[in-house]
T-cell receptor, first 109, second 114 residues
Framework: KNEVEQSPQNLTAQEGEFITINCSYSVGISALHWLQQHPGGGIVSLFMLSSGKKKHGRLIATINIQEKHSSLHITASHPRDSAVYICAVRSVGGNKLVFGAGTILRVKS | DAGITQSPRHKVTETGTPVTLRCHQTENHRYMYWYRQDPGHGLRLIHYSYGVKDTDKGEVSDGYSVSRSKTEDFLLTLESATSSQTSVYFC?????????????FGPGTRLTVL
């Protein structure tokens, strides 16, 4: 079993829909990261969080440490949100990230 | 954008040949990482460095070696490339490895081993 599991693996949405991507992990962590990878490959860090919730524009990331679960929400989705969204965790005391396999999101206009 | 470049960006080589990929940063970050990305696996750590001449193995280090003689450069070498090393390779940097700092990623190198 992977340390980091994401769901769904693939997601197709209509423009304007509210989107949720989930990440579950099995180890104690010091931080969880959400990353975005657009077609063409570049990887960008969206959020780093260790508790609670963070918001940036239409993106919201939440984490529940007790349940070892995080969600990434996209409000009012747009075709430019189409990308792979990757969850990664840093274990307590660790200096490396462990990555989920990613969620492929396609937003249709 | 963090100043990270990778070279080459694309490479096609033959089985058995040596290959070196270069990661260069202008951020003076202490930590540098090499990952490979394959369909269905996500990003997997090959090697990382926590300072000049200080490196350690990741989860998929077999067949790879690294060197870091300067803060700004981290080299990944495939001594004798195999088809299983066909992948997209990403370099990343972070200021600190143990406090949950963000990692910033380079643009990637697409390597094909025939």
């Amino acid at each position: 079993k992977n340390e980091v599991e994401q769901s769904p693996q693939n997601l197709t949405a209509q423009e304007g829909e509210f989107i949720t991507i989930n990440c579950s992990y099995s180890v104690g962590i010091s931080a969880l990261h959400w990353l975005q990878q657009h077609p063409g490959g570049g990887i960008v860090s969206l959020f780093m969080l260790s508790s609670g919730k963070k918001k940036h524009g239409r993106l919201i990331a939440t984490i529940n440490i007790q349940e070892k679960h995080s969600s990434l929400h996209i409000t009012a989705s747009h075709p430019r949100d189409s990308a792979v969204y990757i969850c990664a965790v840093r274990s307590v005391g660790g200096n490396k990230l462990v990555f989920g396999a990613g969620t492929i999101l396609r937003v249709k206009s | 954008d963090a100043g990270i470049t990778q070279s080459p960006r694309h490479k096609v080589t033959e089985t058995g040949t040596p290959v070196t990929l270069r990661c260069h940063q202008t951020e003076n970050h202490r930590y540098m990482y090499w990952y490979r990305q394959d369909p269905g696996h996500g990003l997997r750590l090959i090697h990382y460095s926590y300072g000049v001449k200080d490196t350690d193995k990741g989860e998929v280090s077999d067949g790879y070696s690294v060197s870091r003689s300067k803060t700004e450069d981290f080299l990944l070498t495939l001594e004798s490339a195999t088809s299983s090393q066909t992948s997209v390779y990403f370099c990343a940097i972070s200021e600190s490895g143990i406090t949950g700092n963000e990692q910033f990623f380079g643009p990637g190198t697409r390597l094909t081993v025939l």
